[in-house]
């Protein structure tokens, strides 16, 4: 298992400059590697598909190579894609106490 540090998702009730939509997420986003913390800012809309929790929990992202082993494991599954037709998943998931991100692909 392989996993890399790729951002940290910070939620904000409002837009910051240089964020961009994402019309099929109902959400607002910056781009992590744009700041030298990596916070990736999150402004959620209303009837998003993800859940209120995300809307207020920073959470950790990793990219890994397999994402099952790491779901296996967590705690709890709070969303997850399943895996799209190109082998991209994105799951979040509750691991002692922490909101992680997990992105295949």
Known sequence: MAMKLWHIGVPVTEKRPGMTYNEGMKLWLSIPEENEYLYEYLKFEE???FPEVMHRTIHVAYKVDDAQPYVDAADQVVF???I???GGRMVFVFKDGVLLELFQG
């Open 47 to 49: 009837g998003g598909p």
């Open 80 to 82: 997850d894609t399943g």
């Open 84 to 86: 799209g037709d190109d």
